[in-house]
Each structure stands twice: as C-alpha cells, then as structure tokens.
C-alpha cells in the first residue's frame, strides 16, 4: 500500500509538533490546535480516496507498534518506581499524542467511531502495567471527547469495556488496588447508572475470595477457625437459615460474638487515629496463615474492615426480616434480590444489638472521635435506596424531556412586548407566608411551637406517638409511608434545631438520638401537665 508510506512521516511530523505545542498536557482535547498539527494528514487522506481512511488506521496501528517497541526496559522500571505526574519518557509522550490524534480522527468522523479505543486497547497490552497506569491517567483526561456517543450495547463502548476488563485482570489488586478502583470508576461514570451490563440484577454474590482456613492445633483454634468462618456468612448470607453443618443463625452469633470479644481486649486509646486518605494499599488480603493471625487481631485497619463488613451485612439481614421484607415484596418486581432470611423477633433483637455493639467498637479502634463510625452508618443507612431501587429493576433516573422550547419563547416574546413591567413587592420577605412566619418562632430548644400543621390536622403529640420505627436506631426512612414522611421530615427539622445546643459533633442522620430525645420530653410534658398538644398555632 503506497499511500501507507505517505502517512508514515506525516504522523511523524504532527506528533512532534504536538509535543513541542505541549497539546498532550491539556485537561481537555485543544481541538483547533490539533487539527492545525494533522491537517496535512486530512488532505492525504482525501486524496487516498475509498482507502484513505484503512491506510490511515493501519498507517497508526504500525507507528503505536513501533513506539511501544522502543520503550527501554530501564525507562519502564523508573515510570514504574517513580511518582511523577507528567511522562518522562519520550516514547511514551509519543504514544499519548498519537492517541489524541485518534481520538480526533474518530470524532470527526475522518477515521472509524471506535477507532480510538482499538488503537488505547492495543498500546494497553503491549506495555507494562506501570506504563499502563500513565496512559489511563490521560484516558482520563480526555473522558469527555472518548465517551462522546458511547453506548454499552455496541460501537466503541464494546472496544471500551474490552479494554478496561483487560486491564482489571491484569492490574495487582494487592499493591494497585487505586488503579483498579480509577479503571472501574472511568466504566462506571462511561454510562448510565441503569445500564443493564453493570446492576448485577439476579443479586448474586461474589463467591470468589473467601478464605479457607487452614487446620491449626493451638489454643486460639476457636477463635481462628470462629473468625474466618464469618467471611463464609458475608458471601453467603442464606447461610443463616441453612442446617448445614458450615451454617445456621447460632454459629454465626457465636463466631461474631467471639471475634467483638477479641477486638475488645487488644482495643487500646493510645492508637494513633485511623487515617481515612487513600494509600493504594486499602485491599483487605484475606491472609489465612496462623502464624499472622496475632498480627491481624492487632491491625485497626484490618479489624475496622471486619467491623465494617459486620455492619453492612447485619443491615441487608434486617432489610430482608418482619415489615422491611414485607414491604420490599410489595413494590419489588426484580424478585431476584428479594430473599427470605425471616428471623424470629429475638434473633433479630440479637442482630440489633450485635450492630450497636459493632458501631460502639468502630469507635473505639478507629480512635478518632467516631468520625470513621458515623461515616460508615450513614452509608449503610443510605443503602437501603438502592435496595429499593434495585428491587425495582433498576429504574432508569433520567427523566424523558418535555420539549418546552416554543411554548418558552413564546411567554418570552409577550412579556418583552409589555412596557413598564414591574414586579409587584411582596410583603414576605422570607418568599412565603409559611416560611416568614416559621422563621418569626422562637428558636429556643425548650420551645416547642414551630412544628405541626392545624390545616393538615397533623399535632406534635400525635406525630411523636406514630414514630416509633423513625425514632429507632434501625428505622429506614425510606419504608415510611407518604404521610409518616411529613410527619419525620417535620421532627427531622426539629431535632436539628434542638441538637446544635448541646452537641456540634452528633450525628445528623434520621435516626439521631436527638429526635428521640425531643418524642420522649414532648410526651413526659405531655402527661405531666394534662393539656395534650394536639395542635400547633404556627405554620411549617
């Protein structure tokens, strides 16, 4: 093919003058400046005829093959060694101009739609993982023109996820664990959070990385063999109703109750607080061997991603028990993520306990004020949207668009028609009447007017006696029927207002025990003096 020799020098020339414009360093693709490198190209292209665009392809293909063949093995070791933020090996620098170049051809349509992510995918497998993480990081700056018209089903977001699943099995999970996190994130944010391809709409679990213990013979075989059995539950919840001898509800509480135990004792105030920055090293390595299992015992971070697994997993038994699961079955119609694990009413007043307990421990081993707890609490408590949502069958969130475009111009064009407009003063300064008058009440906490609604026949006294689930420490807001939900967002409010008087450090969430606190001093009043507050004379 002689129109291949034509393009040979002119990639050539446009990668050189790209890196000397310093155009690969941009946060975003400089498209005139880069069309103005490659327009020699465009015109060989077209002058090629039907063939110019397949010579052109292959005329890259060859020059990415060749810079990859150039990379010296002591340039890979020192990107792989050192932290810097900008390549520092010329071969590599080339390679990252070239794919702008493609990346360009493939927006304008000069070369194939998915012709840029072929050409990534190929420079990703025949260079070193540690080349390959300099190369997503400019993937990642240039997300914006590689995800422009990506569909999962087809085109380049085929190309796309074939190149990412590459290198995910190719990434060490146990030293990159950063890199692996950045590739997933980049597919994630790449389409829709309802696309099909990535709900995991059958609810299966991952059976991949549960540790086997291994047999010992010394006196902590019970506690060993107790704490990792536990991993077995977390993969496997359905376990706790199981027979078997590996299952069943009592050895779980006995396993758990065993390890809390032992967390207990080697707790210690004087540990350094638990950093929550990025290392690249936050992979749990389910390690089995004896003779590190005093070692792990002592690890805060090794026992907080315990207690944090503890935490999640006894959230989903509960939201799959009693009235949650009830309620689930009702609106679900993905019924593969409903499962059965109705427990009795005192099996479940154990699993209640044991997560306070395991909150009372993050605490304590994180020894940094609970920032670390109430962070993992409020995550685990907000989870239960996406239960519903994924009982649900993942509903799409986009909102189909109401095309308004006339009917706006119009109401534009006949308010600029009018002369003298002038906006009417309102006598509300806050906005509205509810507003001003709610912002008129006295904020003081033994106050307790402000909250109730005599329109909507809703009174503080019969509100507080309605929310026994809310004030719980297990209530999930979003099982709440459409009036308990006025009623909570109501003593939501409420609470807060009270909370800040005494404690700037609580936790802000449904279940904060300042809204319990307010139910049981509304009541006590309530009694005490014999005038029921049924209704409130001041608007919400």
Not at 287 to 300: I, W
């Amino acid at each position: 093919m002689d129109s291949v020799s034509i393009f040979n020098p002119l990639l050539r020339r446009a990668v050189s003058h790209m890196l000397q414009a310093g155009l690969i360093h941009t946060e975003e693709l400089d498209v005139a400046s880069t069309e103005q490198a490659v327009r020699d190209i465009i015109v060989a292209a077209e002058d090629a005829g039907e063939t110019g665009q397949r010579d052109l392809e292959y005329a890259m293909h060859t020059f990415m093959l060749d810079l990859s063949e150039q990379l010296p093995e002591r340039a890979v070791v020192q990107r792989v060694t050192q932290d810097t933020t900008e390549p520092d090996i010329p071969q590599l620098s080339q390679m990252i101009a070239l794919a702008d170049i493609a990346i360009l051809f493939s927006d304008t349509g000069k070369t194939d739609a998915s012709f840029a992510f072929t050409l990534l995918e190929e420079a990703m497998d025949m260079i070193s993982i540690g080349l390959a993480e300099a190369l997503f990081g400019h993937i990642e700056r240039r997300a914006t023109e590689l995800r422009r018209g990506i569909y999962a089903t087809g085109g380049k977001g085929i190309v796309m996820l074939r190149m990412c699943n590459s290198l995910l099995r190719r990434i060490p999970h146990s030293t990159m664990s950063e890199f692996a996190g950045r590739v997933q994130i980049f597919v994630a944010n790449s389409f829709s959070l309802s696309e099909r391809s990535g709900v995991n709409l059958r609810g299966d679990f991952d059976h991949s990385n549960i540790p086997q213990p291994k047999e010992v013979d010394t006196e902590d075989k019970s506690l060993y063999q107790s704490f990792w059995s536990l991993q077995r539950y977390f993969a496997t919840p359905s376990l706790l109703t199981s027979s078997t001898s590996n299952g069943g509800f009592s050895r779980f509480v006995e396993a758990a109750t065993l390890t809390l135990e032992e967390f207990r004792k080697m707790s210690s105030n004087r540990a350094s607080p638990l950093s929550m920055e990025l290392t690249g090293a936050e992979t749990l390595r389910h390690l089995t061997s004896p003779a590190l299992f005093r070692m792990q015992l002592s690890d805060p971070q090794f026992k907080c991603q315990i207690l944090l697994q503890l935490l999640i997993f006894i959230k989903y038994v509960l939201s799959m028990c009693g009235n949650r699961l009830q309620t689930l079955r009702e609106t679900a119609t993905n019924k593969f993520v409903v499962n059965d694990l109705s427990l009795e009413a005192g099996d479940q007043e154990k699993l209640h306990n044991m997560r306070q307990r395991v909150g009372n421990q993050l605490i304590n081993v994180a020894n940094d004020r609970g920032l670390f707890s109430r962070t993992a609490q409020f995550v685990v408590f907000h989870e239960s949207a996406w239960t519903r949502w994924k009982a649900e069958s993942c509903k799409p969130f986009e909102a189909p668009s109401v095309d308004l475009v006339e009917e706006m111009q119009a109401a534009a064009r006949s308010f600029l028609q009018i002369e003298g407009v002038n906006f009417p003063s309102t006598t509300n300064p806050m906005g509205s009447h509810r507003l001003a008058t709610l912002w008129e009440t006295n904020t003081s906490p033994n106050d307790l007017r402000g909250l109730g609604d005599e329109v909507r026949g809703l009174g503080l006294l019969s509100a507080m006696r309605h929310l026994d689930i809310y004030c719980r420490e297990d209530g999930d807001y979003e099982l709440l029927t459409a009036t308990e939900r006025i009623r909570a967002d109501l003593l939501q409010w409420r609470a807060l207002r009270s909370s800040v008087y005494d404690n700037m450090f609580r936790r802000v969430d449904p279940s904060s025990r300042a809204l319990a606190a307010l139910r049981e001093e509304v009541l006590v009043q309530s009694q005490s003096d014999g005038s029921a507050i049924t209704t409130m004379d001041v608007e919400s």
